[in-house]
């Protein structure tokens, strides 16, 4: 331990995510040919409504803070689309925007955690939330589901994990790493079991687009779930707009955005001015058509992705779960190697390409593998991982 940094930040770990990145950047930089596979954001550029609409707001002046929880106008986009899109109905002052969706969950951890409540997480799951959990000293309860049912949390599995110290239930849906999708009777099951708890759920919609041959529905769209839960998305992966940094909670509950909104004013203040213009186009429909051939070349992605490994690995040495969203194939190695950073950083030596380990998302035995990049670097990256495997 550090005697001068907080003992908050020591438990902390850094993203593997970035991590994997950081690595292929530095093996290129020395001269190796790379294939990144790890990062978790889309390859398109941003819809032209959208750069339409932050272009004309810089020339409008839109120079000034805005409100700490995000312009009116903003705001009442975000209703009425979660109203159209979601079928939830938020009162424009329980939405609190901020700069990304990352930011408003790290702001929703610290703003409902004491020390000794529970968060439960079911695992695989992305890296960031039992690092949240825990840095606001909570303890991260992982339910650990299982791969034949899609690694979807049962609601055997969500009963046997609550005590009376689970504060937050989190449901991300679809799924970073696995791409399962929750129907909306899987859910409804989930609110009969939390019926007379006092946990919240948070709902991570950061995906919600980005489905394939499935539905989406939204958590609080289950009329059980409605008060409880905190739904959370924004348009970095929908609108290939991650650098852009726009995130959002919804909250039927006014004490939970009152409470996000105090610390975001002590904090960062208000989500960029210019990008909170933008983002209108992004939600009031300019921009649907753009989005929409985002996801069907995902989908073709996911396709062509899949129809590889069948084809190069005939004897399934690796399983591939069959993402139904989000833009991940969630891939086991057990066959060859149960440890999963040995797997990724021995493909990554050996053949350039970058993944992300599966202890990074609490499930060891896999990797992490993104079809947000083109199709040739897919076709490439498959053979050397297929070849890689061959020779283990
Ligand atoms: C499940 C999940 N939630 C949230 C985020 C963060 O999104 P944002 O860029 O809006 O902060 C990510 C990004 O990787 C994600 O995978």
Known sequence: MHQFLSERIQIMEESLTLAMTQKARELKAAGRETLSFSAGEPDFDVPQAVKDAAIAAIKSGANKYTNVSGTDELREAIAAKLKRENHIGYAPK??????????????????????????????????????????????????????????????????????????????????????????????????????????????????????????????AAVSDLFDRTITVNGLSKCAAMTGWRLGYLATANAEIAKAVTKLQSQSTTNASSIVQKAAIAALDGRADADMEAMRKRFEARRDLALSLFEKLDPLKTLKVVKPQGAFYLFVSHEAVEKDSMKFCLDLLEKTGVATVPGVGFEQEGYFRMSFATDEKSIEKGIHLIADFVKNY
């Open 94 to 219: 329980n939405i609190v925007v901020s700069s990304g969706a990352k930011h408003s969950l790290f702001q929703l951890f610290a703003v409902l955690l004491n020390h000794g409540d529970e968060v439960i997480i079911p695992t695989p799951a992305w890296v960031s939330y039992p690092e949240m959990a825990r840095y606001h000293g909570a303890k991260d309860v992982l339910v650990r589901t299982k791969a034949e049912n899609d690694f979807k949390m049962t609601p055997d599995e969500l009963r046997a994990a609550i005590s009376p110290r689970a504060k937050l239930v989190v449901i991300c849906s679809p799924s970073n790493p696995t791409g399962s999708v929750y129907s909306a009777e899987e859910i409804a099951a989930f609110g009969e079991i939390l019926r007379g708890t006092n946990a919240f759920v948070v709902s991570d919609e950061i995906y919600e687009k980005l489905v394939y041959g499935v539905k989406f529905i939204s958590t």
